[in-house]
């Protein structure tokens, strides 16, 4: 018995068996009747079998029909899931990628080569870049308006989220040049304890507490652990830049950054005694298994893993 039945000629006689009438089954299936009929023995050919009785009361299925259509639905069924899937992944390489930043990746052309890996694998998938404010520390991801996003760590609420580092650097600190500590080489936290401080927003929680070091602070103990002067708050590269020009305070800067802010009067120093900073792509755990999510990420670990 040859079994090249194809989902057809099962559709066909699936919707035959629930109408157990031609005429309606072949409207049904916007065929004509002769049609219909014609692939429903050639089915029985194939089956060696009749699948239904002809007579003038009517049509009815055979033993052989009925013990056949549960079978025939189920494979309908799962063709269809099937089918469905297929179109969701074709969805999902054609949908749009919003990817949030608070900082600009820079870091040797780490962001193109992310796109240019993912896009040879998702050619249809649009990526669009949102800049988000300092005051938000998961960019975008917290209120949904990032599906992944580079972000500093710590992230508040880490338990909603998953990520990959991507870089990991020292914590340097910047200041203007006129301060009496831009003379010297390298410093240690301990000398910058009592200093100003420019802050982020109070919103970015457990990373406006990472930059303004507490760890460290609570580590040296007697009056460098009492909570930082802050001396401004920033929420962008722009006024930072101004208020360490200003005089208002120094801060805190990952490595990678520092050509953001050394523009003119001001200088960054590397400081001992503080852990570095990791810089990462983070996504939501609820949307790990998205198409596009998943493709990213994975770009985004085989070009990390590379360099």
Known sequence: MTMDVHVRELRYFATVAEELHFTRAAERLYVSQPALSKQIRALERQLGTELFRRGHQGVTLTEAGTALLPHARRMLADWAEGAAAVEATRAARRGTLLVGMSTSPGRGGLLPAIRSRFTAVHPEAVLRLRQ??????????????????????????????????????????????????????????????????????????????????????????????????VGAEISGTEETYEALVAGLGICLMAAGNAPLITLGGVTTRPVRGLAPSRYALAWRREDEGRTLVRGYVEACRRVTDRT
């Open 132 to 229: 988000a404010s300092w005051q938000d520390p998961t960019a975008g991801l917290a209120d949904g308006t990032a599906d992944v996003a580079y972000v500093w760590l710590p992230l508040p609420d880490a338990d909603r989220y998953a990520w990959a580092v991507v870089a990991e650097e020292p914590r340097l600190v910047a200041l203007p040049d006129t301060h009496p500590l831009a003379s010297r080489r390298e410093l240690d936290f301990a000398d910058l304890a009592d200093e100003p401080f420019l802050a982020l927003p109070p919103e970015a929680g457990v990373l406006r507490d990472f930059w303004l070091a507490l760890d460290e602070r609570r580590a040296l103990g007697g009056p460098a652990a009492r909570a930082p002067r």
